[in-house]
């Protein structure tokens, strides 16, 4: 699909993006490095990074891939070294990596429990931690008139409840709060945006394979507001939005991109009951309320 944003609105920026070499992550290097960005792309598997830069290298985007583990602190600081030795500075980090899987809460193991934690939690604080040098006003390979942005993907899981997603929501929960908290100390300290994006269910990822068998799915359907599934590429724009200058004024903001969906229920009366009943409900219940009390005498 086209973009509606001009090709040059990232134009000479530098992006790091964990888990930027599948799912989400990918769409989101592909369209920052079709915007002008130069990419470099962190996971843990060499043979999914080297497929994604070629495939980037293909469509014209100076792409490098990083092997590593956000779970590792030396791993999060060799990325931001080699991505600031290889482009000579950073601008934009995005922190995608996740881990989630269904469990029942009963079923999860304190350690699968940690597990999410380490990699979505702990892992975008350890990425922030190890990028801030380079992001801040005045850090290396930037000038004093402005800061960096960092980009949190997140969930709406953790809005209200989610079955099978103990884990996961936490983690998420922990994002949001990581996000808020940096957008306070770090847009103050060091003009450096931070916002996230949280998106609901992505047709074609491994987060919709994983954890939303084909039935589910067209069940979702019925009660979705817009009656579909969002494309990797709407997460991708609304990453684009608040990456560029048009979102200068937007920080500490988690962007909900999922059709409606958290706010949905399913319709517990149909419409044209409701047009049939609401007005001659309303008309008994004031004719109730203007009658004159009836004497006690
Ligand atoms: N159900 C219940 N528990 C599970 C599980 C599942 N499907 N998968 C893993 N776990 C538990 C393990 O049993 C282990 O706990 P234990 O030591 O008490 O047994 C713990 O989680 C860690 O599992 P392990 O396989 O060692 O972790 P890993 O680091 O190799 O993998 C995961 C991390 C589990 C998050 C894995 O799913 C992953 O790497 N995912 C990345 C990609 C992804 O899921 N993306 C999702 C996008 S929505």
């Known amino acids: 699909m086209?973009?509606?944003f001009r090709a040059d609105v990232?134009?000479?920026?530098?992006?790091?993006?964990?888990?930027?070499?599948?799912?989400?992550?990918?769409?989101?290097?592909?369209q920052f490095g079709r915007h002008g960005a130069l990419v470099a792309i962190m996971g843990r598997r060499r043979h999914v990074l080297d497929s994604a830069v070629s495939a980037l290298r293909s469509q014209g985007v100076s792409a490098i891939g990083i092997e590593g583990d956000v779970?590792?602190?030396e791993d999060a600081i060799r990325a931001v070294e080699e991505t600031v030795k290889h482009f000579g500075k950073l601008d934009i980090?995005?922190?995608a990596a996740a881990g989630n899987f269904l469990?029942?809460?009963?079923?999860?193991?304190?350690?699968g429990f940690r597990t999410v934690l380490d990699i979505d939690s702990v892992g975008t604080f350890t990425m922030c931690h190890a990028a801030l040098k380079y992001l801040k006003q005045g850090g290396p390979g930037r000038d004093s008139s402005s800061g960096g942005l960092i980009l949190n993907i997140s969930a709406t899981l953790h809005?209200?409840?989610?079955?099978?997603?103990?884990?996961?929501?936490?983690?998420?929960?922990a994002v949001?709060?990581?996000?808020?908290?940096?957008?306070?100390e770090w847009g103050t300290d060091y003009d450096i945006r931070v916002n996230g994006v949280a998106p609901g269910p992505i047709e074609d990822t491994p987060g919709i394979s994983k954890l939303s068998p084909e039935e589910a799915q067209s069940k979702m359907k019925?009660?979705?507001p817009l009656f579909k599934l969002g494309e990797k590429w709407d997460i991708a724009m609304a990453a684009l939005y608040l990456a560029s200058n048009a979102g200068k004024y937007v920080n500490g903001t988690t962007m909900i991109v999922d059709g409606g969906l958290w706010l949905s229920h399913p319709r517990h009366i149909a419409k044209e009951t409701v047009r049939e009943v609401s007005r001659i409900v309303e008309k008994r219940s004031r004719e109730v309320t203007s009658r004159p009390p009836t004497s006690k005498l």
């Open 2 to 4: 086209d973009s509606p």
């Open 10 to 30: 990232l134009k000479g920026k530098v992006a790091l993006l964990t888990g930027g070499g599948s799912g989400i992550g990918l769409e989101i290097t592909t």
């Open 71 to 73: 779970r590792k602190k």
């Open 93 to 95: 980090l995005v922190n």
């Open 103 to 111: 469990a029942s809460a009963e079923d999860l193991s304190p350690n």
């Open 159 to 173: 809005y209200t409840a989610t079955w099978y997603q103990i884990h996961v929501s936490a983690a998420k929960a």
């Open 176 to 184: 949001d709060s990581i996000t808020r908290s940096l957008a306070l």
């Open 222 to 224: 019925e009660y979705m």
